[in-house]
């Protein structure tokens, strides 16, 4: 059984070990968290039966698998107050816009770095993970990382180059946006709050889903849905007149902005 070590306490680890959890991946791994607040600890270990451990370098030396899961503005000091590891590791930073040359330099050689970004859906297990790993990284350990991340969904490797578009795109907060606000605009049209939502949640999810699950390219699925002259194409024009495309155009743009912040930091 190998030891999966979280350092962060917060809303993603969270999401993991509920995906874990689901997974039953308790019986292959042991889990364990360490946080600066006991509280949170306290909380996870009630809610998913891991091992909360409140010395950092204590946390460090029992890790198989280290899961770096704090801020990014987190992480030099939290790096910095680990101090040196004399012993090959295999760490995995879940911190946006961190790349792995920082990451390389803040831990010393021992520690080999991967980067993941997982989904907060992923407690679900619908989740969905980039990885990048370094051109040489050994195959044993890629494993390793890949079969955790498969555990609570898809698991999808790409360059470190590509990372940040990617991270900008796939967050679930693109969809939660999409459905509070068109909930919200179906409510001043009309409809009570859980009948908003649920038409909303249909036409967001299940659409996706469909196309998704189906072998019908988007395009089709598109001119079936949007009629010439009808409500639907009403509907996407007007908000395409609006500035749709641009409003999600400056939304990836600052998101790429603050992760090359990130990096600078």
């Not at 962060?8 to 968290?33: D, E, Y």
């Not at 795109?169 to 693109?174: E, I, K, L, M, N």
């Not at 606000?181 to 009570?192: S, Y």
């Not at 659409?207 to 079936?224: F, H, K, T």
Request: charged fraction near 25%; include cysteine.
């Amino acid at each position: 059984m190998s030891t999966v070590v979280f350092l962060g306490g917060g809303r993603i680890t969270s999401a993991m070990l509920a995906g874990l959890r689901l997974a039953k991946s308790n019986s292959r791994h042991r889990l364990v968290v360490h946080d600066r607040n006991p509280g949170k600890m306290r909380n996870l270990r009630k809610r998913y039966a891991v091992v909360a451990e409140p010395d950092l370098k204590r946390a460090v030396k029992r890790a198989g698998l280290l899961i770096v899961a704090v801020r990014p503005s987190s992480v030099r000091e939290l790096l910095g107050r680990i101090g040196r590891v004399e012993r090959r590791l295999v760490a995995v930073s879940l911190a946006a816009g961190v790349p792995l040359h920082v990451l390389r330099k803040l831990a010393g050689p021992p520690v080999q770095w991967v980067r993941a970004m997982p989904s907060p859906v992923c407690r679900s297990g619908r989740g969905l993970t980039a990885v990048t790993f370094p051109r040489t990284f050994p195959r044993a350990d890629r494993k390793l990382v890949h079969d955790l991340f498969a555990s609570v969904g898809q698991v999808v490797e790409i360059p470190e180059s590509k990372f940040d578009a990617f991270t900008v795109t796939f967050s679930c907060s693109h969809g939660y946006h999409a459905l509070a606000t068109l909930a919200r605009t179906a409510q001043t049209a009309g409809l009570d709050r859980k009948t908003a939502l649920l038409a909303g949640a249909h036409a967001l999810a299940d659409g996706i889903v469909a196309w998704r699950d189906g072998n019908i390219s988007l395009e089709s699925l598109l001119q079936e849905a949007v009629t010439p002259g009808g409500i639907a194409a009403a509907a996407a024009t007007a908000m395409d007149d609006a500035g749709y495309g641009r409003a999600v155009r400056r939304g990836v743009a600052s998101g790429l902005r603050r992760a090359r912040m990130n990096a600078r930091k």
